[in-house]
């Protein structure tokens, strides 16, 4: 707390005055993580293919990542812990934010299945787990300012990931181009 304080230029218990404990200040970071990558999906148009709201799903969560690193590393890490030191209800809001994330990607995999795009023998929860996995480490690797952007980042990330997800036959005609 005395770190932020001093970051932000007020006196440690001027910060407390704002969050009453340390786990208010988690709660408040991962919440507002949480509201601004659903306000970045949510903000593409409807009417969308499977297709492309798992490309969108990947390349908005990558560059929000990439324009907010450190509440992104913050998020993955502390994530799985937070029954640890939040209330119940924290943990549920967050569980209920993380839940609308995921199942936006659920249902996206499941249409593509059913449309035949994606591999119908794949489970979408394993995807979905794998997938936000995936992108998540981007704040572990990623480097501004390197070789290629963000925005190349995402976009070769996203190819990379529909391209397993293919059906068979999509994939030899992928393949074929």
């Not at 910060?15 to 990558?37: G, M, V």
């Amino acid at each position: 707390m005395d770190d932020i304080a001093n970051a932000v230029q007020l006196n440690k218990g001027t910060l407390y005055h704002y969050y009453e404990s340390k786990a208010n200040l988690l709660f408040e970071i991962l919440l507002d993580t949480h509201d601004r990558r659903g306000a970045r999906i949510r903000s593409r148009p409807a009417g969308l293919s499977a297709e492309q709201r798992v490309k969108v799903f990947i390349e908005e969560t990558i560059m929000d990542l990439a324009d907010h690193p450190i509440e992104g590393a913050v998020l993955f890490q502390e994530a799985p812990f937070v029954h640890l030191w939040l209330t119940r209800d924290q943990v549920h809001i967050l569980r209920s934010h993380q839940s609308k994330f995921d199942t936006y990607l659920v249902e996206a995999i499941r249409e593509g299945q059913e449309a035949g795009t994606f591999d119908a023998s794949l489970d979408s929860r394993v995807v979905t787990s794998a997938l936000v996995a995936t992108v998540s480490w981007f704040v572990r690797w990623y480097k501004p300012g390197g070789r290629l952007s963000a925005r190349d980042v995402a976009e070769q990330s996203s190819t990379l990931m529909l391209r397993g997800l293919l059906a068979p036959a999509h994939a030899r005609e992928e393949g074929s181009r």
